[in-house]
Every structure is written in structure tokens, then in C-alpha cells.
């Protein structure tokens, strides 16, 4: 295999444009939805109401609603009683924000179309006509047991790729809804569904296809004014003989030219469309609450080489999901594979996609066409062509990104190089791995909804990116997936042979809903999830009698080092953790059982510091150990300095290098910044050798490996059988690099949720000179960063309206000297009390608006200088 290391300073890959959309009005944490099904949707504004405002929702007829809502609101709900089905609504705050939303069929397992069957492996075509009359208002509502595409009188409707999404099938699937009205022809109009396997019928993770059901189903049925449409449908071939989202594609093209238009000459084909007679039954048929995936962006291949006389490879330059479109002139008959990585011979590397395929064919007639497949996706940088007529140009091929396309929220950018790749790898993990729900990685036979890995790296990416509505749906998932005795799986949707019951893994019912709390205020979420989290934390507490949880299989996941974290101290950690949280969820529920599960949380902890703390040392002395103790506050407050000291000292012996996996990985660096080693946590973060992020850097990696040794120097290639280079759980770094070196956080000494409480607190970074983020929170736009110039170090700070927050800027003592805003801080005086904190920091409480302070040079002097023994 080859790589390509970066350059120090040469120009850094950009980062892809984000999705298009907007913030403005958000309902249920959707722009502008059409198709919700909750019955008194949230309507919510991204910042606080600076004065009371009024409301108000109306319909074609007229204004059905309106409320003043008080001053600091950023939401309401409207209630239930007011809305009618299938209707369009819009809606205003104060006249200036508006937003638009259409209920849906509210279908909650009564959802009574038929179901069509398709074919176990290929794509199909089922279509009907039908002559809507002189309705004023037709809608379709559509949905599959299988993937689909919807078209209307040949054009497709809509542009979710791979709909209606991954979710478990047993329990519930979602529909999509549509207003045909306008796009009706006069007379007979035609509909279609084109339908593939998915992850109902085709392969899913590595346990072959067929997972739910033998073949996939499709549903749909328009609604004339509101009474059901009967409707004939017959089935169709449509050239794609092979459609699995984990194998490929195949398509046939030999008499179309366009990948999106059908061939006619298979209507000879024609034979009517079987119903399902096995009763789909109880299965909920709810509006999708999530944003649809997408087409986020096209990727154009740098090179081509080709290794072997006929076999041509694309290089992408970068690691990405989705699929290749093709430019070719035919006759021709191509084969497709796609891969990670290269062999030193230059081949497609394919042994880390286990069973994957990964493997597309298109078989065009004369002419020229352009192939894309439609129901499948590969995660890749390279692909390998043979049968190409010719030589490929890199011109003949793009990549389409598919992504559940989320909105931009947050940006951080330094003057570092290597920093501003991290950002950019971490987005592109992301969203390599957010298609439909959140997943381990994009690539091999597995692709599944590991609970960890979105537990670890939630955090960062809802910086990053707006996740409320995907979360709160892929959290409606887990809570499917549930074991009737409260414990957790592993992945949601459930593949039981994946298992149940990790901490970390499985507490990630009791963090993503708290998450969601703490950073948009989804009070819904945590109300839906506060039972199950119950069930969950009292099945653990049933199996620890004495307080102590007994390890269970996955521990510190691929930490490297050869002392491993006892199971039963991240075990027992995690138990403690998640009744605290529960706890405080009651709080915030009004529910009567925060003193149950804070007195059962504090016997918890006090059997964690018995069996595992001596003093205040480990009994078995790992980083992730004492990250676990101090993060998720085990240790007592008297203790907290030495035990912070002693993982200080563990750091140092190390080397500076981080030993953690995934349960330390995103504790480590948070906790020595918080504990007064903010240059440690630099020292680890900085490290380039083995492991560390810059490592993986150096080794040309464009998006987040899945272990540190995922590739080595000396050893090469991981072994295969579990080597993603597309996973971002050790994104979870973003988090650190957001609230620690930026300085935009929530205070972890707040109650709230919805991001109305902040600590700004920026940490400048040796051999750093500036770094900044900006993050349009629930709460509005914030913004942090530092800058070191010739004549101080500047701190810069937008507070939204409404919101406190607390800065604390570190410049070592040197405050007499500070400026803010251009006067001396000093004479604010009681304007701006400022608090000395023992280190030096100057700390106070910045009231709304934008900041710039500047420190003496002094100051930056000991927080930027390069360490000696560098
Ligand atoms: C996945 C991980 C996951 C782990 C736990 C792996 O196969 O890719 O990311 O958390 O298994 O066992």
C-alpha cells in the first residue's frame, strides 16, 4: 500500500461545501418538513426572544393558532388540538422569522395500502395509473420494506437517496409524504416505485442478505381530498438485475442511455403486482422525524493509473461514501470495484471490506451514457475498472457524496495546517457515517449503528452539525431494539448477534438522550427516552448487588499499551455515571426519582473508590483508569488534584502519548485541561508519533481510522478483519478542540439545557498562534478563539442575547495590563468584575454581545512557548 504524507505547509484539502438549507424556523428540528406526524410539533428559532413575541400559525384558511411567548423563549409547541392532517402550514415569531410544515397522515399503525413484493436481488419498477378528477388536493404518502424511488410520470419526486432509511423493521418503518397537486397532469397520471432489497432483503452487516424478509415491499397511496385513491399497480424489470447496498449494483443499459430514465422496451415485461399476504402487521408506518439522505457533494478523481494492461484505477484523493457516476461511450461492459486503499503493486486493497463486494457492472449499448447506480453504497478512495473502452480520464468519472444531510452549525479553524485536516477528516468521517443512522464505519460487511462510537463522538458532531432530529430518531431506534428485562444492544437497529449490555456501548440510551438536553433543549427526547433509561440503569444495578458492575466484554476497545483497564472499573464508572444522569434527567423531567438514583449512584461510587483507588492512585494504573475517576467525578473533591497529579505523571512516563481507546480516548485530553494540565493534554494532542492524530496525518489519512495502528510503519496494514480507515469515534477530539482550544462549551457546572449556560474558555496551544470556532448553538451564534500578535494575545467572544456566560482566559497573572474592547479591563470596574482564579486566569462574567480582550505579550509568552525538551 502506498501514502502520501502530508505536507507541512501546503495547501489543505477543502472542506466540502455543506448541505444547502437553512436555520430560520425549525420544526421538530426540520426545515420546513413536509410530512409530521408528532402531535403538537415544536416550533423553535435559533436564538432567544429578546422581548415577548407573538406566534402565530396559520393555513390556507387562515390563522389557526397564536400565543406570546415570553422573553428568552426559543421555542413553543404547538398544541395538538389545532391541526388538522395533511395540511400546510406556515408560521411566524414576532413577523420575522417564519417557517413552514405540513402534518402528515398521522398513520401510527394504522397505515392500510397494500404492500407490493419485489424481487430478492434486483431493482424493480411497480407503477399505476390513476386520473385524480377535479380533487383540490391530492397527496402521495410512500414507503418500502426495501429502499425506494419515487417518480411521477417519469420524473422522480423528491431527492432522499436510499428512502425510507435503516430503522428496525419489526418495530416501525417511515413514510414519505408529497403534494401532487400541482404536478398533476390533466387526465391519467403515472406512478412509480422503483425498489431494491436495502437493508430489509439485501445484505446487512455480515450476516448475509435476507435479514427481515425474503423480498422487499413497497407501499404507497394517494389521498384525493382526503379519501384513499384505490390503485392497479403492475411490476416491471429495470435493468438492475443485482441492487444491495453492500455488494453493488449492476445495471443494464444496453437501451437507455440515462441512468435515470426507465427502458421502455421492458414494459413487454409487464405482469401485475403481487400483494404481501403475510400480514405486515403492527408494524408502525410513522412521518420520518429525520432529515432524508442526500447527494452533499461531488468529488472529481485526481489521477488515474492503470497497474495492469486493462485494469484502471481512479484515485479520489480523498476517502468518501457514496457512489462513482460514469461517462462512457459504449458498447462496453464495466466492472467497478471500490476499496480504501492500495496495494504496493498499485491494485485495489479489498481485504478490509471482509464479504463486502463493493463491486458494480454496467453493461451499455452504443453510444454514450451516463451510469450511476441507485441502490447501493461504497466507501472508498480508489476504484478499479476493467472493460473500459480506452484510456479513462479522470474527467469520465465523479464521486457522489450520499450523507443524511444535516446542517451546519459549527466551524473551528487555526492556523495550523495539521488542525484545520483534523476538522476536515472528522467532517468527512462524519458524514461518510451518517447515512440514514449513525455507524461504526461505511465500508466492510458491518455498517451498523454501534452505540459507542455516535456516544463518544455525539458531542463533536453536534457541534458540527445540527443532529437533533437524527439523534431523536436514531434514539427511537435503540429504544426498539431494547431487551424486555432494560438491557441495551449493541448496535440500533438491533442485530441481537451483536450483543446487549456493554457499559459505554449500552449507556448510550442514557448519554445521546441527555446529550440532546443538555445541547438543544429536546426536553421530548429525554422524556421518551427517561423509562427506558430507568429499565436500562436498574437491569445494571440488579446484576451489581454490591455496587460493583462485573466487566463485560468490550472494555477500553482498542486502546493500545499492554496495561488494560480493569472491565469492572469502566463497568462500574459507567453505572455510576448513568444513575447521576438519570437523576438529573428526573430533575429536569419533574420526575420523583432523582433521590432513588442519586443515593444509588453515590453507594456506586463509593464501592468504584473501594475496589479500584488506592488513595488517591489506581490499584491498576491507566490512563483511562484515571480519566474515567476524574471525568465522571468518582473521586472526592479533596482528592481530585492529587489524583489529577497522578494521571499527570502516568502521561509523562508515557511519553506523552495517549493510551486509550475508545472509553479513554474521549475523557483523556477534556480531563487534563480541566484539572489544570491543559499543556499535557497539548503535549498528547501535538504528539506525532504513534499513536496520536497527527500520526494518522502524516500517513496521508483523509478521514478518521478506526484504530491507531490501523496503518504502521513498521507493521503495515492492521490485520483485515477489523481495519476501517472511515470511523469516527476518535473524532471525538473535535469536543476538546472546541471547548478546550477554541473555548466554546456549555459550563459543566450548569443545570440548563439548550447551551443558555457557557463557558468560554480559550486554551491556547504551543507551537499554535491562533485558533477560533464559531457555533450557531440552540441558543444562538457563539463564538471564541485567541490569536497570539506581536504585542499580546487577543481573546475574542460573542455571547448571544439571553444567554450567561462565564470567560476565563488564561494569561498567567498578567491581567493589570488587559484590555478589552479597546479601554483598560481595570477600568470597568464594577461593570465587569474580575475574579483572579489561583492559576492566574482572569475569569468574569460577560454579559451579550462581541469582546475583544488583549493581553501584555507576557502572557502568551508561557502558554505558547515550545516545550524545552522538544
Ligand atoms: C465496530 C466498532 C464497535 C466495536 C465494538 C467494531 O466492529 O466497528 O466501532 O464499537 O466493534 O465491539
Same mark, same amino acid.
Given at each position: 500500500?502506498?501514502?502520501?504524507?502530508?505536507?507541512?505547509? +501546503?495547501?489543505?484539502?477543502?472542506?466540502? #461545501?455543506?448541505?444547502?438549507?437553512?436555520?430560520?424556523?425549525?420544526?421538530?428540528?426540520?426545515?420546513?418538513?413536509?410530512?409530521?406526524?408528532?402531535?403538537?410539533?415544536?416550533?423553535?428559532?435559533?436564538?432567544?426572544?429578546?422581548?415577548?413575541?407573538?406566534?402565530?400559525?396559520?393555513?390556507?384558511?387562515?390563522?389557526?393558532?397564536?400565543?406570546?411567548?415570553?422573553?428568552?423563549?426559543?421555542?413553543?409547541?404547538?398544541?395538538?388540538?389545532?391541526?388538522?392532517?395533511?395540511?400546510?402550514?406556515?408560521?411566524?415569531?414576532?413577523?420575522?422569522?417564519?417557517?413552514?410544515?405540513?402534518?402528515?397522515?398521522?398513520?401510527?399503525?394504522?397505515?392500510?395500502?397494500?404492500?407490493?413484493?419485489?424481487?430478492?436481488?434486483?431493482?424493480?419498477?411497480?407503477?399505476?395509473?390513476?386520473?385524480?378528477?377535479?380533487?383540490?388536493?391530492?397527496?402521495?404518502?410512500?414507503?418500502?420494506?426495501?429502499?425506494?424511488?419515487?417518480?411521477?410520470?417519469?420524473?422522480?419526486?423528491?431527492?432522499?437517496?436510499?428512502?425510507? +432509511?435503516?430503522?428496525?423493521?419489526?418495530?416501525?418503518?417511515?413514510?414519505?409524504?408529497?403534494?401532487?397537486?400541482?404536478?398533476?397532469?390533466?387526465? /391519467?397520471?403515472?406512478?412509480?416505485?422503483?425498489?431494491?432489497?436495502?437493508?430489509?432483503?439485501?445484505?446487512?452487516?455480515?450476516?448475509?442478505?435476507?435479514?427481515?424478509?425474503?423480498?422487499?415491499?413497497?407501499?404507497?397511496?394517494?389521498?384525493? @381530498?382526503?379519501?384513499?385513491?384505490?390503485? $392497479?399497480?403492475?411490476?416491471?424489470?429495470?435493468?438492475?438485475?443485482?441492487?444491495?447496498?453492500?455488494?453493488?449494483?449492476?445495471?443494464?443499459?444496453?437501451?437507455?442511455?440515462?441512468?435515470?430514465?426507465?427502458?421502455? /422496451?421492458?414494459?413487454?415485461?409487464?405482469?401485475?403486482?403481487?400483494?404481501?399476504?403475510?400480514?405486515?402487521?403492527?408494524?408502525?408506518?410513522?412521518?420520518?422525524? /429525520?432529515?432524508?439522505?442526500?447527494?452533499?457533494?461531488?468529488?472529481?478523481?485526481?489521477?488515474?493509473?492503470?497497474?495492469?494492461?486493462?485494469?484502471?484505477?481512479?484515485?479520489?484523493?480523498?476517502?468518501?461514501?457514496?457512489?462513482?457516476?460514469?461517462?462512457?461511450?459504449?458498447?462496453?461492459?464495466?466492472?467497478?470495484?471500490?476499496?480504501?486503499?492500495?496495494?504496493?503493486?498499485?491494485?485495489?486493497?479489498?481485504?478490509?471490506?471482509?464479504?463486502?463486494?463493493?463491486? @458494480?457492472?454496467?453493461?451499455?449499448?452504443?453510444?454514450?451514457?451516463?451510469?450511476?447506480?441507485?441502490?447501493?453504497?461504497?466507501?472508498?478512495?480508489?476504484?478499479?475498472? =476493467?472493460?473500459?473502452?480506452?484510456?479513462?480520464?479522470?474527467?469520465?468519472?465523479?464521486?457522489?457524496?450520499?450523507?443524511?444531510?444535516?446542517?451546519?452549525?459549527?466551524?473551528?479553524?487555526?492556523?495550523?495546517?495539521?488542525?484545520?485536516?483534523?476538522?476536515?477528516?472528522?467532517?468527512?468521517?462524519?458524514?461518510?457515517?451518517?447515512?440514514?443512522?449513525?455507524? $461504526?464505519?461505511?465500508?466492510?460487511?458491518?455498517?451498523?449503528?454501534?452505540?459507542?462510537?455516535?456516544?463518544?463522538?455525539?458531542?463533536?458532531?453536534?457541534?458540527?452539525?445540527?443532529?437533533?432530529?437524527?439523534?431523536?430518531?436514531?434514539?427511537?431506534?435503540?429504544?426498539?431494539?431494547?431487551?424486555?428485562?432494560?438491557?441495551?444492544?449493541?448496535?440500533?437497529?438491533?442485530?441481537?448477534?451483536?450483543?446487549?449490555?456493554?457499559?459505554?456501548?449500552? @449507556?448510550?440510551?442514557?448519554?445521546?438522550?441527555?446529550?440532546?438536553?443538555?445541547?438543544?433543549?429536546? @426536553?421530548? =427526547?429525554?422524556?421518551?427516552?427517561?423509562?427506558?433509561?430507568?429499565?436500562?440503569?436498574?437491569?445494571?444495578?440488579?446484576?451489581?448487588?454490591?455496587?460493583?458492575?462485573?466487566?463485560?466484554?468490550?472494555?477500553?476497545?482498542?486502546?493500545?499499551?499492554?496495561?488494560?483497564?480493569?472491565?469492572?472499573?469502566?463497568?462500574?464508572?459507567?453505572?455510576?455515571?448513568?444513575?447521576?444522569?438519570?437523576?438529573?434527567?428526573?430533575?429536569?423531567?419533574?420526575?420523583?426519582?432523582?433521590?432513588?438514583?442519586?443515593?444509588?449512584?453515590?453507594?456506586?461510587?463509593?464501592?468504584?473508590?473501594?475496589?479500584?483507588?488506592?488513595?488517591?492512585?489506581?490499584?491498576?494504573?491507566?490512563?483511562?483508569?484515571?480519566?474515567?475517576?476524574?471525568?465522571?467525578?468518582?473521586?472526592?473533591?479533596?482528592?481530585?488534584?492529587?489524583?489529577?497529579?497522578?494521571?499527570?505523571?502516568?502521561?509523562?512516563?508515557?511519553?506523552?502519548?495517549?493510551?486509550?481507546?475508545?472509553?479513554?480516548?474521549?475523557?483523556?485530553?477534556?480531563?487534563?485541561?480541566?484539572?489544570?494540565?491543559?499543556?499535557?493534554?497539548?503535549?498528547?494532542?501535538?504528539?506525532?508519533?504513534?499513536?496520536?492524530?497527527?500520526?494518522?496525518?502524516?500517513?496521508?489519512?483523509?478521514?478518521?481510522?478506526?484504530?491507531?495502528?490501523?496503518?504502521?510503519?513498521?507493521?503495515?496494514?492492521?490485520?483485515?478483519?477489523?481495519?476501517?480507515?472511515?470511523?469516527?469515534?476518535?473524532?471525538?477530539? +473535535? $469536543?476538546?478542540?472546541?471547548?478546550?482550544?477554541?473555548?466554546?462549551?456549555?459550563?459543566?457546572?450548569?443545570?440548563?439545557?439548550?447551551?443558555?449556560?457557557?463557558?468560554?474558555?480559550?486554551?491556547?496551544?504551543?507551537?499554535?498562534?491562533?485558533?477560533?470556532?464559531?457555533?450557531?448553538?440552540?441558543?444562538?451564534?457563539?463564538?471564541?478563539?485567541?490569536?497570539?500578535?506581536?504585542?499580546?494575545?487577543?481573546?475574542?467572544?460573542?455571547?448571544?442575547?439571553?444567554?450567561?456566560?462565564?470567560?476565563?482566559? #488564561?494569561?498567567?497573572?498578567?491581567?493589570?495590563?488587559?484590555?478589552?474592547?479597546?479601554?483598560?479591563?481595570? +477600568?470597568?470596574?464594577?461593570?465587569?468584575?474580575?475574579?483572579?482564579?489561583?492559576?492566574?486566569?482572569?475569569?468574569?462574567?460577560?454579559?451579550?454581545?462581541?469582546?475583544?480582550?488583549?493581553?501584555? /505579550?507576557?502572557?502568551?509568552?508561557?502558554?505558547?512557548?515550545?516545550?524545552?525538551?522538544?
Amino acid at each position: 500500500m502506498t501514502r502520501s504524507p502530508l505536507p507541512s505547509d +501546503g495547501p489543505v484539502p477543502a472542506i466540502p #461545501p455543506p448541505p444547502t438549507g437553512h436555520l430560520a424556523g425549525l420544526t421538530c428540528g426540520l426545515a420546513d418538513p413536509v410530512g409530521v406526524d408528532e402531535p403538537s410539533p415544536r416550533l423553535s428559532w435559533p436564538a432567544l426572544l429578546d422581548r415577548p413575541s407573538l406566534v402565530s400559525v396559520r393555513s390556507a384558511v387562515g390563522e389557526v393558532w397564536r400565543q406570546e411567548v415570553p422573553e428568552g423563549a426559543n421555542h413553543v409547541d404547538v398544541p395538538a388540538d389545532v391541526l388538522a392532517l395533511l395540511t400546510a402550514y406556515t408560521w411566524t415569531v414576532g413577523e420575522q422569522i417564519s417557517g413552514t410544515f405540513t402534518t402528515g397522515l398521522r398513520a401510527d399503525g394504522a397505515w392500510d395500502a397494500p404492500w407490493l413484493v419485489g424481487d430478492p436481488t434486483a431493482a424493480v419498477s411497480l407503477r399505476c395509473t390513476f386520473t385524480p378528477g377535479d380533487a383540490a388536493e391530492v397527496w402521495l404518502a410512500v414507503t418500502a420494506l426495501g429502499v425506494y424511488r419515487v417518480l411521477l410520470n417519469g420524473h422522480r419526486l423528491g431527492d432522499e437517496e436510499l428512502a425510507p +432509511g435503516w430503522t428496525d423493521y419489526t418495530v416501525r418503518v417511515r413514510y414519505r409524504l408529497f403534494d401532487l397537486t400541482q404536478l398533476l397532469l390533466p387526465g /391519467a397520471n403515472e406512478l412509480e416505485i422503483w425498489l431494491a432489497p436495502g437493508w430489509y432483503a439485501g445484505h446487512v452487516a455480515a450476516s448475509g442478505p435476507a435479514r427481515y424478509g425474503d423480498r422487499p415491499l413497497a407501499s404507497a397511496q394517494i389521498r384525493t @381530498d382526503g379519501n384513499p385513491l384505490p390503485l $392497479d399497480w403492475t411490476l416491471h424489470p429495470l435493468g438492475r438485475p443485482r441492487a444491495d447496498l453492500v455488494m453493488g449494483e449492476t445495471i443494464d443499459a444496453l437501451e437507455t442511455r440515462d441512468t435515470d430514465s426507465r427502458p421502455a /422496451a421492458r414494459d413487454t415485461h409487464e405482469q401485475p403486482a403481487v400483494p404481501e399476504t403475510r400480514v405486515v402487521g403492527g408494524l408502525v408506518v410513522e412521518a420520518d422525524p /429525520a432529515p432524508p439522505v442526500r447527494v452533499i457533494g461531488v468529488v472529481r478523481p485526481v489521477r488515474v493509473t492503470e497497474p495492469v494492461p486493462g485494469v484502471q484505477v481512479l484515485d479520489l484523493g480523498r476517502n468518501v461514501v457514496g457512489r462513482l457516476r460514469l461517462r462512457v461511450t459504449g458498447p462496453a461492459h464495466l466492472v467497478v470495484r471500490h476499496g480504501e486503499e492500495l496495494t504496493a503493486a498499485g491494485r485495489l486493497y479489498t481485504d478490509n471490506l471482509r464479504t463486502a463486494e463493493q463491486r @458494480d457492472e454496467f453493461h451499455v449499448g452504443p453510444g454514450d451514457h451516463v451510469v450511476e447506480p441507485a441502490f447501493t453504497v461504497h466507501g472508498f478512495r480508489y476504484a478499479e475498472i =476493467t472493460g473500459w473502452p480506452g484510456a479513462l480520464q479522470p474527467s469520465d468519472a465523479e464521486a457522489v457524496l450520499l450523507s443524511s444531510a444535516l446542517e451546519v452549525t459549527g466551524e473551528l479553524t487555526a492556523d495550523d495546517p495539521a488542525v484545520r485536516q483534523l476538522i476536515a477528516n472528522i467532517t468527512a468521517s462524519a458524514e461518510g457515517n451518517l447515512v440514514s443512522i449513525p455507524t $461504526d464505519c461505511p465500508q466492510r460487511d458491518e455498517r451498523a449503528g454501534w452505540t459507542a462510537d455516535i456516544s463518544v463522538f455525539g458531542s463533536t458532531l453536534s457541534f458540527l452539525r445540527h443532529s437533533q432530529a437524527f439523534l431523536s430518531g436514531w434514539v427511537t431506534t435503540l429504544i426498539d431494539g431494547q431487551r424486555g428485562d432494560g438491557a441495551v444492544p449493541h448496535v440500533a437497529p438491533v442485530l441481537p448477534e451483536y450483543g446487549y449490555d456493554s457499559p459505554v456501548w449500552s @449507556d448510550a440510551l442514557v448519554e445521546v438522550p441527555w446529550l440532546l438536553w443538555r445541547r438543544y433543549g429536546d @426536553d421530548r =427526547t429525554l422524556r421518551r427516552a427517561y423509562d427506558p433509561m430507568r429499565r436500562w440503569v436498574d437491569y445494571c444495578l440488579a446484576g451489581a448487588p454490591d455496587g460493583i458492575r462485573q466487566g463485560r466484554a468490550l472494555g477500553d476497545w482498542l486502546a493500545p499499551g499492554t496495561v488494560e483497564t480493569p472491565k469492572s472499573l469502566i463497568a462500574t464508572g459507567a453505572l455510576a455515571r448513568s444513575l447521576r444522569l438519570v437523576a438529573q434527567a428526573a430533575d429536569v423531567l419533574g420526575e420523583p426519582h432523582a433521590e432513588e438514583y442519586g443515593e444509588a449512584a453515590a453507594r456506586v461510587v463509593e464501592a468504584f473508590r473501594k475496589a479500584f483507588m488506592d488513595g488517591h492512585r489506581l490499584r491498576v494504573e491507566t490512563q483511562t483508569g484515571y480519566a474515567v475517576a476524574l471525568a465522571w467525578d468518582l473521586v472526592p473533591l479533596s482528592d481530585r488534584d492529587a489524583v489529577a497529579g497522578a494521571l499527570a505523571g502516568l502521561v509523562v512516563a508515557d511519553g506523552h502519548r495517549l493510551m486509550t481507546g475508545f472509553v479513554g480516548t474521549p475523557l483523556l485530553l477534556p480531563v487534563l485541561s480541566d484539572t489544570g494540565h491543559h499543556d499535557l493534554a497539548c503535549r498528547i494532542f501535538n504528539q506525532e508519533g504513534y499513536p496520536s492524530w497527527r500520526y494518522q496525518l502524516r500517513a496521508g489519512a483523509t478521514t478518521l481510522w478506526e484504530r491507531w495502528d490501523s496503518w504502521h510503519h513498521r507493521n503495515g496494514l492492521q490485520t483485515p478483519s477489523m481495519n476501517s480507515f472511515n470511523h469516527y469515534a476518535y473524532g471525538c477530539v +473535535g $469536543d476538546w478542540l472546541f471547548r478546550h482550544v477554541a473555548g466554546i462549551g456549555d459550563d459543566p457546572r450548569g443545570v440548563s439545557g439548550g447551551f443558555t449556560e457557557l463557558l468560554l474558555r480559550p486554551g491556547p496551544v504551543p507551537l499554535m498562534r491562533s485558533a477560533s470556532a464559531r457555533y450557531a448553538s440552540a441558543a444562538g451564534v457563539v463564538e471564541s478563539g485567541w490569536r497570539a500578535e506581536p504585542d499580546g494575545l487577543q481573546f475574542t467572544f460573542t455571547v448571544p442575547v439571553g444567554v450567561s456566560a462565564r470567560a476565563i482566559m #488564561p494569561v498567567g497573572g498578567t491581567w493589570d495590563g488587559m484590555t478589552v474592547n479597546g479601554g483598560f479591563l481595570m +477600568g470597568f470596574g464594577e461593570d465587569l468584575p474580575v475574579t483572579r482564579l489561583p492559576d492566574g486566569s482572569c475569569s468574569l462574567h460577560l454579559p451579550p454581545g462581541r469582546w475583544s480582550f488583549t493581553a501584555p /505579550a507576557a502572557a502568551a509568552t508561557p502558554l505558547l512557548a515550545p516545550w524545552d525538551d522538544l
